[in-house]
């Protein structure tokens, strides 16, 4: 079964960074696109960023700038280096997975809150 691991996480002050890691485990198949996702109490669950084939990368505009998506192979693990962080950024982020045979995953989520 294939399996979606979020770590990172945690209390950080506006100005603030975070970097968040995804480790995907158990796919046969080789992962072709990985992506971020966030969802803070009663809003919807809003794309962040993502990178398919381990280099092409896209951002949401609201995180142009200031986050940068990367792939590692050797760890089959997507990172998510966020800086100058606001409070509108508080919420749940949850990474999101897709295997060459199209095949999609879910990760628990992790919480990441900004505040003074």
């Known amino acids: 079964q294939v399996q979606l691991v979020e770590s990172g996480g945690g209390l950080v002050q506006p100005g603030g960074s975070l970097r968040l890691s995804c480790a995907a485990s158990?796919?046969?198949?080789?992962?072709?696109?990985m992506a971020w996702y966030r969802q803070a109490p009663g809003k919807q669950r809003d794309f962040v960023a993502e990178i398919t084939s381990g280099t092409s990368t896209n951002y949401a505009d609201s995180m142009k700038g200031r986050a940068t998506i990367s792939f590692d192979n050797d760890k089959n693990t997507a990172t998510l280096q966020m800086n100058s962080l606001k409070p509108e950024d508080t919420a749940v982020y949850y990474c999101f997975a897709r295997n060459v045979a199209g095949h999609a995953y879910w990760g628990q989520g992790t919480q990441v809150t900004v505040s003074s």
């Open positions: 158990g796919s046969i198949f080789r992962i072709s696109y």
